[in-house]
């Protein structure tokens, strides 16, 4: 099982893939989430080649063919993505059993909408945080919680961390949390007096990692997090 080490997803994207071999695969350009019974969960990550290669597959003038890896076919991350495999064992986008129905590839999530339960809409999924325990949570952002960050006087950097049992649904426009917005806002107020609590006890870490209010208990996540 791969160690969690506390990243974003916006830090594993773009990271080179190497496999068991040491020879290049390439590189991080998206991820396959599925989602059942309100879970989310990180599949695979989708590799792509170099911006020659992408420029045709986006103009049409090849297949569209990247090869994915398995969650469970990493050994590590760090500088690079390192692979317990060969490239020749990983798996293809148009493979049958890659991607099912309810899938959602991550540059699917970052153009719906965030509602909460009275469908208000809140803002924007900007980022995903696997935390160390191999929970994920998604990263907020939009004209609700900056403007509650705002109210809070609290610095821009702060991260609002939505954990995935607030979610009620997902569809292809729209993700719905089974929280109303008045309830985000006070859990947020209450998040945000616990950290400035905890920050006055330590040195303030500039590591905007670290500055993070978690809007309620981490829910099931990822199986396996990563190094």
């Known amino acids: ?10 830090e594993i994207k773009k990271k080179e893939v190497v496999d068991s071999n040491g020879e290049r695969v390439g590189e991080v350009i998206d991820g396959i989430f599925s989602y059942h019974d309100q879970e989310l969960e990180l599949k695979y990550l989708i590799l792509g080649g170099g911006m020659i290669e992408e420029f ?4 049409r003038a090849r297949p569209d063919i990247d090869p994915v890896c398995r969650i469970a076919d990493i050994d590590s991350i ?4 390192y692979l317990k495999i060969d490239k020749d064992s990983l798996c293809k986008t148009l493979d049958k ?3 099912s129905n309810t899938d959602i590839k991550y540059s699917q999530l970052g153009k719906m909408t965030v509602v909460d339960s009275d469908d208000i809409k809140i803002g924007n ?4 945080w696997f935390d160390t325990a191999g929970h994920l949570w998604l990263v907020l952002g939009g004209g609700f ?3 509650l960050l705002e109210k809070l006087h609290a610095a821009p950097d702060i991260d609002l961390l939505v954990p995935v049992n607030f979610l009620d649904s997902i569809n292809k426009k729209t993700i ?3 929280r109303t917005r008045f309830q985000l806002e006070s859990t947020c107020e209450s998040e945000y007096e616990k950290l400035k609590r905890e920050m ?3 040195e303030t870490h500039k590591d905007a990692r670290f500055v993070q209010i978690k809007m309620g208990a981490g829910g099931a996540g990822l199986s396996r997090g990563f190094a």
């Open 125 to 128: 999924v900007i980022d995903i």
């Open 78 to 81: 760090s500088d690079k993505v």
């Open 97 to 99: 059993c890659t991607i």
């Open 176 to 178: 719905k949390l089974n």
């Open 200 to 202: 006055s006890d330590r």
């Open 56 to 59: 045709l597959e986006s103009i």
């Open 1 to 10: 099982m791969i160690q969690c080490c506390n990243l974003k997803y916006s």
């Open 145 to 147: 919680f900056e403007e």
